[in-house]
Nanobody, 128 residues
Framework: QVQLVESGGELVQAGGSLRLSCAFF????????MGWFRQAPGKEREFVAA????????DYADSVKGRFSISRDNVKSTVSLQMNSLKFEDTAVYYC?????????????????????WGQGTQVTVSS
């Protein structure tokens, strides 16, 4: 069983920065790819960023490339999302998710169906 707990969401002004964290509770954290998704009011949940089990590869939505950065700490079992130059349209609930890597060499970070566990989400509000 895996539990994911996000933190760090808050109200921030446009142009500001915020760092989200997700704590992983369970076994073998370093066997899981990790991802961040978000859902704005009235919209579907969308992919934001992801990182492979060993941190060797990352992927970002076009809307956040160059502004957001994902990283992980396999000792502390955490994954973080550094968000810079925040825009009003970044306002959303941000979710952390875990995708079991196992022996599978393929990686589909944008595919929600690949993720086995989800956190409860943390609210990010960007004021314009």
């Amino acid at each position: 069983q895996v539990q994911l707990v996000e933190s760090g969401g808050e109200l921030v002004q446009a142009g500001g920065s915020l760092r989200l964290s997700c704590a992983f509770f369970g076994r073998t954290y370093n066997m899981w790819h990790m991802g961040w998704f978000r859902q704005a009011p009235g919209k579907e949940r969308e992919f934001v960023a992801a990182i492979t089990w060993n941190g060797g590869n990352t992927d970002y939505a076009d809307s956040v490339k160059g502004r957001f950065s994902i990283s992980r700490d396999n000792v502390k079992s955490t994954v973080s999302l550094q968000m810079n130059s925040l825009k009003f349209e970044d306002t959303a609930v941000y979710y952390c998710a875990a995708d079991w890597a196992g022996d599978d060499t393929s990686w589909y970070p944008h595919n929600e169906m690949k993720y086995d566990y989800w956190g409860q989400g943390t609210q990010v509000t960007v004021s314009s």
